[in-house]
């Protein structure tokens, strides 16, 4: 696993990993209703900045159609190592470790993905939300934004033992519409622990036209 795109990771594992009776923590309410909110827009945009560097790491962008079927591109860079992909429901290309890759409707390996069987990044997963591991919780409004903090137990998140540590900093407007969330996390590398913290902005919603092919510019 790319340490730089460990965000999308964690996303897709936190998704999975709440399970029993949900209690509640401060800040649910206004989570939750964005998660449902998310998982059923038409299309968005999603932009994660890397918070040291302020250059953005990953992109991705998602359409359903009519027969909501989705088309989503996905490019995600670390320094020189990119990974790209792009699924129309039909054909899905992708390129990584500098290998280019196509396969269509039929052949192994092929996966479309629909409604109601969503993309990890499309669905409600991608708003990291697991209240049972929630350690630590607090809302705070300032100037009309509501700050939602949730610092994590991380051996209640199983998410492999190089990750030390995990939180998640929701932003919401004075009407309670997500405005941006910011996922820190410490990993344990070559010996030494390596803070990462990357902003997640929900862009374009259900205002994407068109989505493009982001692995040709890569063949």
Known sequence: MKKGLLCAFLSVVLMFCSCGITPSVE????????????????????????????????????????KDILMFSYE?????????????????FTFEKGKYEYYQ?????????????????????????????????????????????????????????????????????DEGNLLWFVESSTIKIDGMDKNYVYKVEITDKNAVDKVENTVEKYK
């Open 27 to 66: 800040g649910d309410e206004l989570i939750n209703k964005a998660r449902e909110e998310y998982k059923n827009l038409k299309s968005a945009r999603v932009i994660m900045t890397n918070e040291d560097t302020n250059e953005v790491e990953q992109t991705f962008v998602f359409k359903y159609d009519e």
């Open 105 to 173: 409707k039929g052949d192994d390996g092929f996966v479309a993905y629909t409604r109601d069987m969503p993309h990890p990044q499309a669905s409600e997963g991608l708003i990291i939300f697991q209240p049972s591991a929630v350690e630590k919780a607090e809302v705070k409004t300032e100037d009309g934004i509501t700050h939602v903090a949730h610092k994590y137990d991380i051996e209640k998140l199983r998410v492999g033992e190089d990750t030390k540590a995990f939180s998640a900093d929701y932003y919401f407007d």
């Open 76 to 92: 995600g860079k670390n320094g020189d190592d990119v990974y790209a992909q792009y699924n129309n429901g039909v054909e899905n």
